[in-house]
């Protein structure tokens, strides 16, 4: 399958390799609990649209939480309506937007969800977003960011079925974006215990209990 519809040098791209896409282009169904972490720390008021929306790993999830969400994706995965290529198709304007974008169009995505959207707007990215020249100027001097929720047990990406407890490699965060927030977002942490088979409780490896000067 091309990847002709991404626009690979608009952003930097990330220092750590994925697993092979074996779905066709960036696809990587975010694990369930990512996405009960964002509704268990944000409310929703009005209907979603996950325009981006795979195979309903997210969308699933979302509407088990009682929201109604309209899926969509731009390419053929089973799920919601296919076909739709969100930076371009005008389905009007949304109450809320959360998605998972793909990776290298997520400035595009951030952009087009504000002009798609009137209350909020939550997309799951890397934690590396935050930085960059191009979207200091472009994104975070221009767009309402409200909160940015940080994972502090890592999301892994695996291949449809394949959740697994192991560490990840790639810090991720919710980022939520606020029609009306006027000043600085606020960083949150989503708390720990939530990740399938994470431990409560952190130790070193040698048994005992962290301390801060094992930090430091
Ligand atoms: C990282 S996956 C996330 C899937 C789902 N949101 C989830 O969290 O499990 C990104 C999805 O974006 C879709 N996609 C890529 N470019 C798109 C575009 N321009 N418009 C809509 N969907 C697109 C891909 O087909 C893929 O399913």
Known sequence: MTQANYSSNSYPQPTTKRRV???GPDFYPTPRWATQALVDHESFKGTVWEPACGDGAMSEVLEENGLRVFSSDL????????????LKYDTGVWPNIITNPPYNLAGEFVLRALK?????????LRLAFLEGAARQQNIFQ???????????????????????ASGGTTAYAWFVWEHGHVGSPEIKWISLGRKPGSR?????????????????
């Open 200 to 216: 409560k409780g952190y130790k070193s490896p040698l048994g005992k209990k962290l301390t801060l000067s094992d930090l430091r």
């Open 75 to 86: 390419h053929v995965r089973g799920f919601g309506k296919s076909g739709v290529d969100f």
């Open 116 to 124: 798609k959207s009137e209350k909020k707007v939550s997309l799951l």
């Open 142 to 164: 221009k767009t309402p960011l409200a909160r940015v929720w940080v994972f502090s047990e890592r999301v892994t990406f695996y291949p449809k079925g394949e959740e697994r």
């Open 21 to 23: 896409d074996s779905g």
